[in-house]
């Protein structure tokens, strides 16, 4: 995979996004990977790309936006509570996410990202989550 970054727009916007050359299969998978290799659990994969492909018409979209896009859910036990315990309203957060996509406009280039947290008490859960995602594009 060759990985570039359109880091700046992305922090910018609230998320964090590493870009790679590859299959959206082999991309997805590295993601999953990376999440259970963290001694984590995927709690869902949602479909994303498939819904908004299967409800286009019917919802009067204009055109097609993904080749695939899914979005892994899971949570962290420990920094959940870490998080929560600092903050309650924290729960807000979770299951955290890390999204992958192909977009028609750019085949053969597979996004993965993770939204980033504003509250300083989510500082564990983004480092992990960028981990999460550098580790999947390497």
Known sequence: ???????????????YT???DGSFADVAFAVEQAITNEGLVID???HVGEMLARTREDVGGAKELYVEADT?????A??????????IANIQY?????????????????????????????KGV?????????????
Do not use: W
């Open 44 to 46: 869902s994969v949602n």
């Open 72 to 76: 892994f859910n899971f949570c962290s």
């Open 18 to 20: 590493k870009e790679v």
């Open 78 to 87: 420990i920094l959940s509570r870490q998080a929560m315990e600092a903050d």
């Open 94 to 122: 979770c299951p955290y996410g890390i999204f992958v996509y192909e977009a028609v406009a750019a085949p053969g280039k597979v996004v993965v990202g993770h939204r980033l947290h504003a509250p300083e008490s989510m």
């Open 126 to 138: 983004d480092e992990l989550l960028t981990r999460i995602v550098d580790t999947a594009t390497e």
């Open 1 to 15: 995979m060759v990985v570039g970054a359109g880091l700046a727009h992305a922090q910018e916007a609230g998320i």
